[in-house]
């Protein structure tokens, strides 16, 4: 069985500082990597997703894979707290589906 | 910025009818897919759906559970005789092409409560 795992959270950072967000999966042949933000009630609105191992930046936010490992993580630079969210990983394994952790809640407080 | 659109948005409805969850996905993608997700739990895959044919299941979307593209525009999921577990959130994406390449879409979903 295929497994995402992710930390439940609640994570809580104060306005301004780094929060960083943890996946790891179980399937080495996994290729293809996600980052989902989901407001409570909402649909998963992607943020990055990463194939390559290293970082990958976009804006605020910082995307890291360690295929050895088979870790990824989420930087999320300047937190505010409209980031304020549960953050989705998921995997891709070379077929169509993705496969989801259980999401990690981010709460950033002023 | 396209968007995937679905409708309804809240379906309410009695334990063994059928029911018709409709999206319309991104205009220039391929690739389709049918996710849920049960309060509190994770999002599961159902089904993914590729030149007018199913391309992937899950163990979930058993015969209960069908798929259509009756237009050029439109993606069904239709469930037939509905369960109480079969309440959840459906979320509907697309992608241009394979999620191995391209990232999925996903859209607001449709809140399905069986009675």
């Known amino acids: 069985q295929k497994e995402v795992e992710q930390n439940s959270g609640p994570l809580s950072v104060p306005e301004g500082a780094i929060a960083s967000l943890n996946c790891t999966y179980s399937?080495?042949?996994?290729?293809?990597f996600f980052w989902y933000r989901q407001y409570s009630g909402k649909s998963p609105e992607l943020i990055m997703f990463?194939?390559?191992?290293g970082d990958k930046e976009d804006g605020r936010f910082t995307a890291q894979l360690n295929k050895a490992s088979q870790y990824v993580s989420l930087l999320i630079r300047d937190s505010q707290p409209s980031d304020s969210a549960t953050y989705l990983c998921?995997?891709?394994?070379?077929?169509?589906?993705?496969?989801f952790g259980t999401g990690t809640r981010l709460q950033v407080f002023p | 910025e396209p968007e995937v659109t679905q409708t309804p948005s809240h379906q309410v409805t009695q334990m063994g009818q059928e029911v018709i969850l409709r999206c319309v996905p991104i205009?220039?993608?391929?690739?389709f897919y049918w996710y849920r997700q049960i309060l509190g739990q994770k999002v599961e895959f159902l089904v993914s759906f590729y030149n007018n044919e199913i391309s992937e299941k899950s163990e979930i979307f058993d015969d209960q559970f069908s798929v259509e593209r009756p237009d050029g525009s439109n993606f069904t999921l239709k469930i037939r005789s509905t369960k109480l577990e079969d309440s959840a959130m459906y979320f509907c994406?697309?992608?241009?092409?394979?999620?191995?390449?391209?990232?999925?879409?996903f859209g607001d979903g449709t809140r399905l409560s069986i009675l």
């Open positions: 998921a995997v891709n394994s070379g077929t169509d589906k993705l496969i």
């Open positions: 994406a697309s992608s241009p092409d394979r999620v191995g390449n391209q990232p999925q879409h």
């Open positions: 990463i194939y390559s191992n």
């Open positions: 205009s220039n993608h391929l690739y």
């Open positions: 399937d080495r042949g996994s290729q293809s």
